[in-house]
């Protein structure tokens, strides 16, 4: 047998987060050099997915470091049929699902933007059935004096995260270090049922993956993105008819045709996942499954501090599946 083989005697921990949060640098401080960058059986069907497996402690874990939602060189949908199809391959192969570690920079001074959306997305994939297994791990705390890391997570705790941990989810706080990482590893989540809402909805339920509620969410982050676009394009395209200077006109010009460009991209993509009139209709009188993501628009930090930086204001084994076996919009 593959020594890298993933079997159901394995502790499965999923890493998640938005690019830059940290996750392998958490993942390479819990292996601390004892695991490899493998991709055994998942890695031609998930390609941004990368599978580390090592043994801590005599029990064997693998770790899932999973792509941000702004990923650069992916669309946000390939990364969630990407997720979509571990977690469906999981479960199909009766694998253990440990834990669920979401990993938020404590250095960002405001929940906006990519934060904001990689957590709608977590929330809308993890549903509340899968809420007692999540860990909210912060990070980055070397980057902002400790007085200033803590009002944050207050004040995260008291508004977008206050539903994640009445459903049951942890929270923690990483060092950077091996003992840090370890510690987390060791906490015993309150457990709940060994899955997600996402694969329940595929799998039990035979949902297309964008008549999910990540495929919900997503869609709806992708029309409001859209609509913040062309503003940007209308604002860029009046900006230049007031300006005189010809090389300042043609730089505006060039702005706004990117942006129509892009836009033009997106409305593409949002044809692709947009939902049959009868499922819309369904969606609409439905109780949603996951639990809500709360807080003032692109919230700032409140700044309790003297420091000078900005803060926020306010059965038997299954064969490997398929990307194109999970039902898509594509």
């Keep these: 047998m593959d020594r890298y083989e993933i079997t159901r005697s394995d502790k499965i921990i999923i890493v998640m987060g938005p690019t830059g949060a940290g996750k392998s640098t958490f993942i390479n401080y819990a292996v601390e050099g004892e695991?490899?960058?493998?991709?055994?059986?998942l890695k031609s069907y998930t390609q941004g997915i990368i599978i580390r497996k090592t043994v801590i402690k005599g029990e064997s874990i693998v770790f899932v470091d999973t792509?941000?939602?702004?990923?650069?060189?992916?669309?946000?949908?390939?990364?969630?049929?990407?997720?979509?199809?571990?977690l469906v391959q999981a479960h199909e192969n009766q694998f253990r699902l440990e834990k669920i570690l979401y990993l938020h920079r404590v250095s960002d001074n405001r929940m906006a933007g990519s934060p904001l959306?990689?957590?709608?997305?977590?929330?809308?994939?993890?549903?509340?059935?899968?809420?007692?297994?999540?860990?909210?791990?912060?990070?980055?705390w070397s980057l902002v004096p400790e007085t200033v890391g803590e009002e944050r997570e207050k004040q995260l705790r008291e508004t977008f995260w206050r539903r994640l941990e009445e459903g049951g989810c942890e929270i923690?706080?990483?060092?950077?270090?091996?003992?840090?990482?370890?510690?987390?590893?060791?906490?015993?989540?309150?457990?709940?049922?060994?899955?997600?809402?996402?694969?329940?909805?595929?799998?039990?339920?035979?949902?297309?993956?964008?008549?999910?509620?990540?495929?919900?969410?997503?869609?709806?982050?992708l029309e409001n993105h859209i609509k913040d676009q062309k503003e940007s394009s209308r604002k860029l395209k009046r900006l230049s008819q007031q300006q005189r200077?010809?090389?300042?006109?043609?730089?505006?010009?060039?702005?706004?045709?990117?942006?129509?460009?892009?836009?033009?991209?997106?409305?593409?993509?949002?044809?692709?996942?947009?939902?049959?009139?009868?499922d819309t209709i369904r969606r609409r009188f439905?109780?949603?499954?996951?639990?809500?993501?709360?807080?003032?628009?692109?919230?700032?930090?409140?700044?309790?501090?003297?420091?000078?930086?900005?803060?926020?204001?306010?059965?038997?084994?299954?064969?490997?599946?398929?990307?194109?076996?999970?039902?898509?919009?594509?």
């Design 172 to 221: 923690a706080r990483f060092y950077d270090n091996v003992d840090s990482a370890r510690q987390i590893i060791s906490l015993s989540p309150k457990r709940g049922q060994d899955t997600t809402l996402l694969t329940q909805e595929l799998v039990e339920e035979g949902r297309r993956l964008n008549a999910t509620e990540a495929g919900i969410m997503l869609n709806k982050q």
């Design 117 to 140: 959306r990689n957590l709608e997305l977590f929330a809308s994939l993890c549903g509340n059935v899968a809420l007692p297994s999540v860990i909210i791990v912060t990070t980055m």
């Design 245 to 278: 200077n010809p090389a300042a006109k043609k730089q505006l010009v060039s702005e706004a045709n990117a942006i129509e460009e892009s836009i033009a991209q997106k409305v593409l993509r949002l044809r692709k996942m947009r939902l049959p009139f009868l």
């Design 35 to 41: 695991g490899e960058s493998i991709g055994h059986g």
């Design 67 to 86: 792509p941000g939602f702004n990923d650069t060189e992916k669309s946000d949908y390939d990364i969630l049929s990407e997720i979509a199809t571990f």
């Design 286 to 330: 439905s109780k949603s499954k996951a639990p809500l993501i709360e807080g003032p628009s692109n919230q700032q930090f409140r700044n309790n501090s003297t420091h000078s930086e900005p803060m926020l204001s306010g059965p038997p084994r299954s064969t490997p599946l398929r990307l194109d076996s999970i039902k898509s919009a594509r």
